[in-house]
């Protein structure tokens, strides 16, 4: 059993902060991101976030999450991929702190994120042009 306190905990104090020199939005985006994770996970299991195990967190697990997130949360696809990436890099750093969970990690490293559909890019007509232009006076 290899509790995800102490690897969550260097994860934001050594890889994000030191090593990646991550900005300070970025990691507020990946502390929440990660924050609702346990949350489910606790709901799911009753499991407090100090006493999970890297077992609990499977890609099974971890599917549930991103599917809860777009579905109950309704978040965008988007904001979907923005929670996988979050993920994604707290079990990459695991994978160098937790060869015994390789193939677990390796699975939910494994999960893709959604497509989506890009905007258009559309121009604006002369007459818009002109509307923009004569505005400021």
Request: proline fraction near 6%.
């Amino acid at each position: 059993m290899t509790l995800i306190a102490p690897t969550l905990q260097m994860f934001f104090t050594d890889r994000l902060t030191q090593q990646r020199q991550a900005s300070p939005r970025t990691i507020a985006a990946y502390r929440d991101a990660l924050k609702l994770l346990l949350e489910f996970i606790h709901t799911r299991t009753g499991r407090l976030p100090s006493q999970l195990d890297w077992a609990d967190m499977d890609a099974t697990m971890i599917s549930g999450f991103l599917n809860h997130v777009e579905t109950t949360r309704n978040n965008s696809i988007r904001t979907r991929n923005v929670r996988l990436t979050a993920i994604r890099s707290l079990f990459s750093y695991a994978a160098l702190r937790h060869p015994e969970h390789a193939l677990l990690i390796q699975r939910v490293l494994a999960i893709p994120p959604k497509r989506f559909d890009k905007r258009t890019v559309t121009f604006l007509t002369p007459s818009e042009i002109d509307a923009i232009v004569a505005a400021p006076d």
